[in-house]
């Protein structure tokens, strides 16, 4: 794939990745990246660390693939060490991901475990704290995404499941990780687009990342107190494995994108890293309850 030399690399945007259009694929969720076509780009040849989050702990879910993957390999190359949370099945890429860390020089703590599991949420955390000697940024980038042509065919059943991975169990995480997040430190979530603008046959995704949005807000106010910046990432179409394994319509896949986005293209997931990596860094010390939307110029709220 064309890719910039590094992320500082001028041009127009609209063409500094080609527009993918993949040919409809189809795999069972949560989808093997290693297996799409094309592949996405987290940025592995790519993405250029500076020192922006020299020396920081950061765990991030869904850090095996996608947004996450490429967060992980930024955080990184930014001097960050790095605890992956993911679900078994999604070895080989958090294998891939793994790799990427370690050669950076950086500390890599794998931890595999469904969010969904109540206990897995303290689990997580104590390996993420006992790898790395702390935790002091949090990333949720775990998503649950399932297309469903009629209102009808949406059953309860996924649409507790798609509230449980993307909102019950960030709460959970938040809750686990606190005790452990000092001063200076950050969490930053994931949104979408689709809270403010809900495709119709993903009500149960559209309507969870709205209340992933404004709990991220509320926690904002909450934990400012505490000294914690809570930040949220609303990317727009993305090329990643959450599309083909039941995210969208197959049949749709070749204009992945293309129609959605002012830009004529969706984004590859190195585009979303650096926008988490501003908001972990100290950098970003007054921002606080913010929505950052990386989303090819669509107009939000
Ligand atoms: P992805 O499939 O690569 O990443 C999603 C990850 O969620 C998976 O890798 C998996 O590890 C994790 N996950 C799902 N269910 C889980 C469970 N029960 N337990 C533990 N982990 C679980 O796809 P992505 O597009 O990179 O998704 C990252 C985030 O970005 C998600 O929150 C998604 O909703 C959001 N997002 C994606 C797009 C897009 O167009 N790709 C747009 C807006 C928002
Ligand atoms: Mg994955």
Not at 44 to 58: D, N, V
Not at 126 to 134: M, R, W
Request: aromatic share 6%; no cysteine; hydrophobic share 35%.
């Amino acid at each position: 794939m064309n890719a910039p030399r590094d992320q500082y690399e001028p041009g127009d945007p609209r063409t500094r990745y080609p527009d993918v259009e993949p040919e409809p694929q189809t795999q069972a969720e949560p989808g093997l990246q290693s297996d799409m076509r094309p592949v996405p780009d987290l940025g592995e040849s790519t993405y250029r660390g500076t020192g922006r989050l020299a020396g920081r702990k950061a765990l991030i879910t869904g850090a095996d693939s996608g947004i996450g993957g490429a967060v992980a390999i930024a955080f990184a190359r930014e001097g960050a060490d790095i605890a992956l949370a993911y679900l078994p099945e999604e070895q080989p890429d958090a294998d891939h991901v793994i790799e990427q860390i370690r050669a950076a020089g950086r500390t890599a703590v794998p931890i595999p475990g469904d969010l969904r599991d109540r206990a897995h949420a303290h689990t997580l955390v104590e390996q993420a704290v006992d790898g790395l000697g702390g935790i002091d940024a949090l990333v949720s980038g775990a998503g649950k995404q399932r297309w469903q042509p009629e209102v009808t065919d949406l059953s309860d059943e996924q649409f507790e499941a798609t509230f449980d991975v993307n909102v019950f169990a960030l709460f959970r995480l938040v809750k686990a990780a606190l005790p452990h997040l000092q001063p200076g430190s950050t969490i930053t979530t994931t949104a979408s687009m689709e809270a403010y603008q809900p495709a119709p046959d993903r009500l149960d995704y559209a309507a969870s990342k709205g209340a992933v949005n404004n709990l991220s807000k509320g926690l904002a106010q909450a934990l400012v107190e505490r000294g914690i910046r809570v930040n949220v990432v609303a990317p727009g179409p993305t090329w990643t494995v959450l599309q083909p394994s039941g995210g969208v319509d197959p049949e749709s896949l070749p204009e992945f994108g293309s129609s959605e986005s002012p830009m004529g293209r969706a984004a590859q997931p190195a585009e979303l890293a650096p926008a988490y990596v501003f908001l972990a860094s100290h950098e970003s010390s007054y921002v606080a309850g913010e929505t950052l939307n990386v989303n090819g110029g669509m107009v939000t709220p």
